[in-house]
């Protein structure tokens, strides 16, 4: 497995440890949690589009979201450092 390094804004930090209150109790970080929330994006066929952005210096996003639920993902609890 490859490590990458991602920068989130606070305020997605602090929505990721709202919805990580339940994952915190199960031992995992908020860090972990966006771990398992992008594999489960992809291991659920989502996909993600990018093209030129015409109007200024950048590219156009565009995320296409599983249509159907991916099913539970079980995480064991973290070894914390």
Do not use: C, N, Q
Not at 38 to 55: H, P
Not at 56 to 72: A, N, Q
Request: proline share 5%.
């Amino acid at each position: 497995m490859t490590k990458v390094e991602l920068r989130v804004g606070e305020a997605i930090k602090e929505k990721l440890a709202k919805m990580g209150a339940e994952a915190a109790e199960g031992g995992l970080s908020p860090d972990k949690l966006a771990e398992v929330i992008l594999e489960s994006f992809f291991a659920g066929s989502g996909k993600i589009y990018t093209a030129r952005w015409k109007e200024g210096p950048g590219i156009r996003i565009l995320p296409d979201w599983p249509r159907f639920s991916s099913g539970v993902v079980h995480v064991k609890k973290e070894e914390m450092k």
